[in-house]
């Protein structure tokens, strides 16, 4: 018989996820029993950083800031704000096309380009290689570590890492010196990230080892070019900025000024993806595999930090497995 | 100051880095061994400037220094005895 589920109070974490554990004391999970809010000061401090930083004009390339964009809610609204807040900005915003990227996404990045002045790139890598990765990605168990199968599904874990390593690969060939993410609050929880040579060789090795543990040969595309980074090389003068770390977070908000401004909902059934058609399927092949849904943590982080409301997030844990559309990327990756 | 391993530790196990079974040696590879990977790197770099009050230089960062249990623990202690 199954184990009967105890929820978490405060956040969407329950006791049938594997390593999740609910005090029989407080009814809280490990995480919000631990949680310490961002104080204001330590938020001045952060949006005081941003503010030096973006507003330093280094002007050593063409670019100061290569911006990641899905065409989504939260970075098209990020691209926004960004040419709002830093007028003066010049952005390169890249939009990597996974093969699965909706036409509304497109349609969208391409939209928000125009209204901020920022130039447009679409990131494309051989499709047949990229739909080969991923059905490796979902036939393979235990490629990632642990916590990065609480972070994303490990289709969603390749591909961002693909974007990571090719973003960080143009910033550097393009001289500029900031890279921006939108991630949630939930996804990543430091707001500035100075990148290091060392650190570099570091991460494109360990995203090597992941490929290779699920039996991708041909991994040299997907990886920062090692030339770039190999002794000899210049430091590479390179920051990533999270702003939805300095900024509130706010999804319905976004939502509403991005469609006021022009973007199109693409109405996907997914509740977790305004952007890629992969992701519903991703996420109930991560399900299969793990038993744990690859937006828990992040939906619970934002719940736990105020950026959520519990039901919100509780509709968006809900997978819908006789979505067409899950069984057209199943047959695509032939699976 | 107290050793940080069992801090380390600690760590790894509440934020479901480690699961219970896993035996760590101080020089075993924590990338290797699949317990870290970039993003879970600078969650625990995080968790130790909090812990320790420290600054770690990020020109710090590398495998010698935080792949395993023996490098991060001589480095917080290096930074925190200055």
Not at chain 1, 131 to 142: E, I, V, W
Not at chain 1, 166 to 180: H, R, S, Y
Not at chain 1, 309 to 322: P, S
Request: neutral net charge; aromatic residues 10%; contains cysteine.
């Amino acid at each position: 018989m199954a184990k009967a589920a105890h929820y978490c109070k405060k956040c969407v974490l329950d006791s049938t996820t594997p390593g999740i554990s609910i005090s029989g004391d407080t009814g809280l999970c490990q995480f919000c029993e631990k949680f310490t809010p961002l104080s204001p000061e330590k938020k001045e401090e952060y949006r005081t950083r941003m503010d030096t930083l973006l507003k330093s004009q280094k002007k050593q390339g063409k670019y100061d800031v290569i911006f990641a964009l899905s065409g989504g809610v939260d970075s098209s609204y990020t691209l926004y704000r960004l040419k709002k807040d830093y007028p003066r900005l010049r952005i390169l915003a890249v939009q990597f096309d996974n093969g699965f990227i909706s036409e509304t996404a497109l349609e969208n990045a391409q939209k928000f380009c125009d209204l901020t002045k920022s130039t447009y790139m679409r990131l494309a890598l051989d499709q047949n290689a990229l739909r080969n990765t991923f059905s490796k990605a979902a036939s393979s168990t235990g490629a990632y570590p642990g916590t990065a199968k609480y972070r994303a599904s490990d289709i969603c874990n390749t591909c961002i890492s693909i974007i990571k390593q090719k973003i960080i690969e143009l910033a550097i060939t393009t001289k500029a010196p900031f890279i921006v993410f939108a991630f949630s609050p939930g996804q990543t929880d430091a707001p500035f990230v100075t990148l290091t040579k060392p650190f570099l060789v570091w991460m494109r090795k360990l995203f090597e080892g992941n490929l290779k543990a699920m039996g991708v040969t041909e991994r040299d595309a997907y990886l920062i070019d090692a030339q770039l980074i190999q002794p000899g090389t210049p430091e590479p003068e390179v920051t990533i900025i999270h702003p939805f770390l300095v900024w509130d977070y706010d999804k319905p908000a976004f939502k509403k000024a991005c469609i006021r401004l022009g973007w199109i909902d693409p109405e996907l059934k997914d509740h977790n993806s305004s952007n890629c058609l992969l992701n519903a399927f991703a996420i109930k092949n991560h399900l299969d595999k793990y038993h744990i849904h690859s937006y828990a943590y992040d939906l619970a982080a934002l719940v736990r930090q105020g950026n959520m409301k519990r039901e919100d997030a509780q509709e968006k844990l809900k997978v819908d497995i006789t979505d067409a559309s899950i069984h057209e990327v199943q047959r695509k990756l032939n699976l | 100051m107290q050793e940080p391993r069992k801090d380390i530790l600690d760590f790894l196990k509440t934020q479901g880095f480690l699961n219970e079974k896993t035996v760590l040696q101080d020089n075993d590879s924590l990338s290797e061994t699949g317990v870290i990977d970039s993003i879970t790197l600078l969650q625990l770099i995080d968790f130790l400037e909090g812990k320790y009050t420290i600054q770690i230089p990020v020109e710090m960062i590398t495998p010698e220094n935080f792949d395993t249990l023996a490098g991060i623990s001589q480095s917080v202690m290096t930074l925190k005895n200055g």
